[in-house]
């Protein structure tokens, strides 16, 4: 059995910089593809980005591209999400999951392990 764990979140004022970590432990994650989504309360999950196992090929939420940066350190079983220039759209409880198989990375279906999540508030 495998879990999750996000930290780093925080408040932050418009146009500041978050840096989210996800540590994973119970079982080695470094095999799989990983993924960020994030939840306004009220609203759908919504993806963030997504990462495959070797971090050498990455996808991005158009609101985010160009902004946040999705990493991994699969020696630590680790998976970052660095967010700069930030907006208050981008508040949100930020969860951290691994992609089932050759799922789709964007559907929070296609999920097979959730963390938590950590809040992002960015004040305007």
């Known amino acids: 059995q495998g879990a999750l764990v996000e930290s780093g979140g925080g408040l932050v004022q418009a146009g500041g910089s978050l840096r989210l970590s996800c540590a994973a432990s119970?079982?080695?994650?470094?095999?799989?593809?990983m993924a960020w989504f994030r939840q306004v309360s009220g609203k759908e999950r919504e993806f963030v980005a997504a990462?495959?196992?070797?971090?050498?090929?990455?996808d991005y939420a158009d609101p985010v591209k160009g902004r946040f940066t999705i990493s991994r350190d699969n020696a630590r079983n680790a998976v970052y999400l660095q967010m700069n220039s930030l907006k208050p759209e981008d508040t949100g409880v930020y969860y951290c999951?691994?992609?089932?198989?050759?799922?789709?990375?964007?559907?929070?279906?296609?999920?097979?392990?959730w963390g938590k999540g950590t809040l992002v508030t960015v004040s305007s």
């Open positions: 999951a691994s992609v089932r198989g050759a799922g789709n990375w964007r559907s929070t279906r296609d999920m097979d392990y």
């Open positions: 990462i495959s196992w070797t971090g050498g090929v990455t």
């Open positions: 119970g079982r080695t994650f470094s095999s799989l593809r």
